[in-house]
């Protein structure tokens, strides 16, 4: 229950600025212009900072009346430049954030069963929201979207720190990689069709396709679903799939598709405008013993060319041979998933990849590994060779290090200069009244007109 209601808030959170007009009017908080900041928004807002475990301060509610403020005035003053946001581009915003929730949710069904409103009533209800949040986040970008800053910029604002309040940046590491998938053997991929063949035609028989679904299919997100994928479009799909699910007449049940997750058997259930509704029975390929040996032959091959032939590097390696597509036209080297960047601190390989973490640990700068078994994204498995490329030991940030993560503080404190100057010229253009009740709130402006 507490997974749900956790998902319910951020679900709140993403898709709701707050309780509108028609709404129970329980206080007024503040007025910008024609915009309205209602207690019942402040008050949600804040119970979702501690429902999400973050650190609430003495003055908490005061900054979060403040950021609440500062996008009532972008509302208002996005009236003044007819600011406007497209029926399809809201539209294909609220469709995105749906699709993250129900796949959170596990299905459509979960969460209309949680909101207790279909997924046509959901859209509506949260329309006027959604173009809200995206007027909100254009204005932001008009007042400090083009803000840039320069090395010198950097160099200033690092000297500006004081010594002590320097960040501690922990130890990081750089890893490249060279994957060698094992490949399925087509006599292999023959039986696996042949299986699914036959369980299609127990559906065409009369057998239900959800309760065979459920006792076959390798999909183990949408097996215990019955093999219901939910509503999704064609983005969300691979496009061999896509291709033929988006064809089928409703409860018509497909031939088999190959796609790089394995072999489907597809039903379509539902269609709604430019969705499907689609089931499937998913069967995937096994990887035989000896075609695992045929990846660990091939990975020391290329081992053995590296540390023999000066002239092949590990990167050039890679891009000739790696089968990972992520990496091997970036010399091989893995991306940091929640940065975006190649650098890792250690807790974080342990926790994303296990396996690597055992690796590296233990190596030295340029060392290179033995093959090492490794399982891929695509749910493939193969063996890889693993190369420290760079290794930083705990330290202060420092400009020859840090670079980047200077530049983009420097860079964050600059926008940040420019909001508030923008507020400062703005906000006497407007009527603007805050209630007393926080007149004990610490400010950053004078939120308030003169009488």
Known sequence: MRGILTIGLMFLCLFSNGQKDGDVLDGVVAVIGEELLLKSTLETRYSQMISQGMVVGPNAKCQLLEELLFSKLLLAQSKIDSVQIGDQQVEAEINRRLRYFISQFGSQDRLEEFYDKSLLEIKEEFRSDVREQMVIQQMQATVSGDVRITPKEVREFYKEIP?????????????AQIVCKAPVSDAEKEKTKKKLETIRDRVLKGEDFGTLAFLYSEDPG???ENGDLG????GDLVPEFAGVAFKLEVNEVSDIVETKFGFHVI????KKGQQVRAAHILMIPKVQPVDMIKAKVFADSIRKLITTVDTLKFESAAKLYSDDKASKYNGGLVTNQ???GTRFEMDQISQIDPGLFIVVEKMEVNEMSEPEVAQLQDGGKGYRLVKLVDYRSPHRANLKDDYQ????????EKRQETVEKWIESTKNDFFIRVDGSFNSCKLRHQW????
């Open 163 to 175: 010594e002590d309040s320097l960040p501690f940046i922990n130890a990081e590491i750089q890893v």
């Open 222 to 224: 949408s097996a215990k």
């Open 231 to 234: 509503f999704v479009s064609r």
């Open 267 to 270: 039903k379509a259930l539902e």
């Open 338 to 340: 929640y940065s975006g």
């Open 405 to 412: 993560r200077i530049s983009d503080a420097a860079l964050n």
């Open 448 to 451: 308030k007109t003169n009488p």
